[in-house]
T-cell receptor
Framework: NAGVTQTPKFQVLKTGQSMTLQCAQDMNHNSMYWYRQDPGMGLRLIYYSASEGTTDKGEVPNGYNVSRLNKREFSLRLESAAPSQTSVYFC???????????FGPGTRLTVL | GENVEQHPSTLSVQEGDSAVIKCTYSDSASNYFPWYKQELGKRPQLIIDIRSNVGEKKDQRIAVTLNKTAKHFSLHITETQPEDSAVYFCAPRATGSDYKLSFGAGTTVTVRA
């Protein structure tokens, strides 16, 4: 099993460009999450999907949109990238909200 | 939302000594208390967790203790080894929070050989 996979691993964007970060899990998990990690600030939840067909905002949703494409895949879209969105983005999944979250390898995004 | 504080922010210990990290939270409805470890350049991984009906849990060299009255829980690492060098995050979760973990800012632990 690959666990949680993310693409791309690295990305450089110019201000105003758009892009989609992809996340997939092969553990038959119901819940999926997107976090961003900035130095000294831990991980902050952007959006989450408690189950297929549902999505909800987390702590820092502004400037992002998500799509739970199916049970396996959960994508994060930046419509108009800003330098403040420079960060490392982690996708995670869990069987349900009461269980361990498994993280993907992360995407390092730089917005110039 | 939940306010989470971790102390200390950095910790340097001699190999073989013990390390203790404390996490303080604000929401008295919190009922799940995990600790994650993140090695440099890697993803966070769960190392131990505890639920509100248990006061202490051990797994080999690591343990977590919970004081719900005082609203804090702690990670204890004994007989530290170089591979324990990492950033550690607490992430309490409150009931009714709809699965949302609230991560602390992290504690950087360095084990000196």
């Amino acid at each position: 099993n690959a666990g949680v996979t993310q693409t791309p691993k690295f990305q450089v964007l110019k201000t105003g460009q758009s892009m989609t970060l992809q996340c997939a899990q092969d553990m038959n998990h119901n819940s999926m999450y997107w976090y961003r990690q900035d130095p000294g600030m831990g991980l902050r939840l952007i959006y989450y999907s408690a189950s297929e067909g549902t999505t909800d905002k987390g702590e820092v949703p502004n400037g992002y949109n998500v799509s739970r494409l199916n049970k396996r895949e959960f994508s994060l879209r930046l419509e108009s990238a800003a330098p403040s969105q420079t960060s490392v983005y982690f996708c995670a999944s869990s069987f349900d909200g009461d269980n361990e979250q498994f993280f993907g390898p992360g995407t390092r995004l730089t917005v110039l | 939302g939940e306010n989470v504080e971790q102390h200390p922010s950095t910790l340097s210990v001699q190999e073989g000594d013990s390390a203790v990290i404390k996490c303080t939270y604000s929401d008295s409805a919190s009922n799940y208390f995990p600790w994650y470890k993140q090695e440099l350049g890697k993803r966070p991984q769960l190392i131990i967790d505890i639920r509100s009906n248990v006061g202490e849990k051990k797994d080999q060299r690591i343990a977590v203790t919970l004081n719900k009255t005082a609203k804090h829980f702690s990670l204890h690492i004994t007989e530290t080894q170089p591979e324990d060098s990492a950033v550690y995050f607490c992430a309490p979760r409150a009931t009714g929070s709809d699965y949302k973990l609230s991560f602390g800012a992290g504690t950087t632990v360095t084990v000196r050989a």
